[in-house]
């Protein structure tokens, strides 16, 4: 269910401090003097100059004019003693003459430091101050790149990893030389080889070398890699009223295979969403590492700070498709001390009202885990009255990003459709429904996800054999994906997603199956711009799931900011009853995303193409 939450944020616009002059600092000028107005000078002023009497910072003592290329003026305002004295409230102006000399090397140190070495550089003193000139000339640019491997990494079974480094180098030929890049560079390669187990990875030397008349640069990296380590021991820390198999269980690794980064960050997202913790650090124990150089398997620490195994859950929000919603819940996540978590509760919509209770058996150490359910549902969408109940047991084993269910599920409900006034035809549907489901996950955040996947699929039958009123076969899949877009420079600029989903119940007729395997669409989780659940199979004047489904997304974000982004989108899809009337449903429209701390929050405006009709959505969460 999602939910939506609304923050209003207030912004208040501080005052300036109005500082006293020193006695050797020229009379303040025109512009000066609106820089310090109360509250509105702060608009009139130099954008890199911010007065802070409390750290001892004063109105600039002095003028400063820079005539440089962005960001270097900027740079030049705040990295060269010329610069930073200008609100030292110890400036005395004696020491401007010290400033101006010194001036044309630091500029020169910055300069080299953006791959420019061969500029031209004028500082002189000006009435009240100082001018900065600088002409940086041509940029020097990365002509070769040698990264050579020793250490283990250098055999021929890391012959994909050493070609991915070199691949993902961050200065590649033709790129400007820059000393951050430089050194970044040598970082990045040095913790990819970390994530890949090679947690001893050393720089022996590296190299620059800078031809000023040819504007190029030679870059050679030495690296040994050292020997690959492997996954030690696990020490927890935190553990008090939860069994060790809420950690143990949910490892991806067992003591002496191979050590990987992402095998940690894994753990790490699996323990965060388990519901156990308030906060979670896995972390490979360096220090052991230090301590013993001989070590070849590296101790893993796991510190975890508990939940309240009980705790009633009130809750109430806003959903774009079901509208206002409450709910009521009790939550033991430690069910007879052997980490079971059950939640029971009630859960109130406009369109439909449901108590239920959950119970799931913490995952064991081959990742296979219990999960049982009770459900009892009223619901009326769209002409269709459906009193239903449910019980299920499953059992789940995960395998890396896969995860597997084997499902057995009794379904039975009292189905009432809306032909006319005074005309309600009653029906009674149930079903004995096994189940299998496959889902693999890769998302590089499970709140906020920036790139990665989901796929879905599902099978499950029923016989008339086995307590059914209706033999049928149902098969679904459903995929999500996220690709980021970036430009030459690697900068991101925005994403694609896309979703899909295809249906199929294999049934002489849906009659007398239970609805929850049938297929209805529409809504802010499918096809946008059409009513909640809308798309289906008319019958009267109902909406009834059909035995066919099929739905199809594109949507491209262009990212305005680390949080915001604009989005235009087009879907396409229809839910039905037979081959015959795969008439699709079309829309499409415009929307805004905020990334929230409790996930992405969705605007959309949608223009339901094939009804002629508009609708406005609001949801906060990732729709998969």
Sequence with gaps: MLRALLTVAFFALGSGVLAQESESAPPPTAPDLLTRLPLIGRFFGDPAIQVDAANGLVAPQYLLEVDAPSPLDRQIRESTLLGRWRQRADYDSSQLPLFVARAPEEVEGLLAAEGYFSPQIKVVEIKGGARVEVMPGPRTLVDTIKLNFSGDVAGPEFDDLRARLTREWLLPDGQAFRSPDW??????????????????????????????????????????????????????????????????????????????????????????????????????????????????????????????????????????DAGLN??????????????????????????????????????????????????????????????????????????????????????????????????????INAATVFGWAWTRRSLDSPLAPNSGYVVTLQTSAA??????????????????????????SKHQFGRMVLRGELGLVAADSSQGIPSANLFRTGGSKSIRGYTNQSIGVTEGQATLGGRYLWTASTEYQHLISR??????????????????????????????????????????????????QWRFYVTIGVVF
């Design 326 to 427: 409450v709910l009521a819940a009790f939550e033991n996540r430690n069910v007879g001390g052997l980490g079971i978590q059950s939640l029971t509760g009630v859960a109130l919509e406009v369109e439909r009202q449901f108590a239920f209770s959950n119970w799931d058996w913490p995952q064991d150490l081959d990742g296979w885990r219990w999960q049982m359910g009770a459900r009892l549902e009223h619901r009326n969408i769209q002409n269709e009255l459906v009193d239903a109940a449910s019980l299920v047991l499953a059992r789940a084993h995960r395998v890396g990003d896969n995860e597997f269910t084997y499902s057995m599920q009794y379904q039975h409900e009292q189905q009432n459709v809306v032909y006319g006034v005074n005309d309600e035809r009653n029906y």
């Design 183 to 320: 050194e970044r560079a040598k970082r990045e390669v040095l913790d990819a080889l970390r994530d890949a187990g090679f947690l001893r990875a050393r720089i022996n030397d590296s190299e620059a070398l800078v031809d000023v008349d040819r504007r190029t640069a030679s870059l050679t990296v030495d690296i040994d890699s050292a020997a690959p380590l492997r996954f030690g021991e696990v020490v927890i820390s935190g553990l008090e009223r939860y069994p060790d198999v809420t950690v143990e269980g949910l490892k991806t690794f067992k003591r002496g295979d191979p050590y990987s980064m992402r095998q940690i960050i894994q753990l790490q997202t699996r323990l965060n969403g388990s519901g156990y913790f308030t906060t979670v650090n896995v972390r490979p124990d360096l220090a052991a590492l230090t301590r013993n150089p001989e070590m070849q398997e590296v101790p893993i620490r796991v510190d975890v700070v508990e939940r309240q195994s009980k705790r009633i859950a009130l809750g109430g929000g806003y959903d774009a």
């Design 563 to 612: 949080d915001w982004a604009a989005a235009v989108f087009y879907d396409v899809g229809t839910a039905t009853n037979s081959l015959d009337t795969l008439r699709p449903y079309v829309g499409y429209g415009v929307g805004a995303r905020w990334r929230t701390p409790v996930g992405p929050l969705n605007i959309d405006l949608a223009r339901g193409a094939t009804l002629n």
């Design 463 to 488: 016989s008339q054999a086995v307590g059914s009123t209706q033999s049928f076969a149902r098969v679904y899949t459903s995929g999500y994906w996220l690709i980021p877009l970036e430009d030459e």
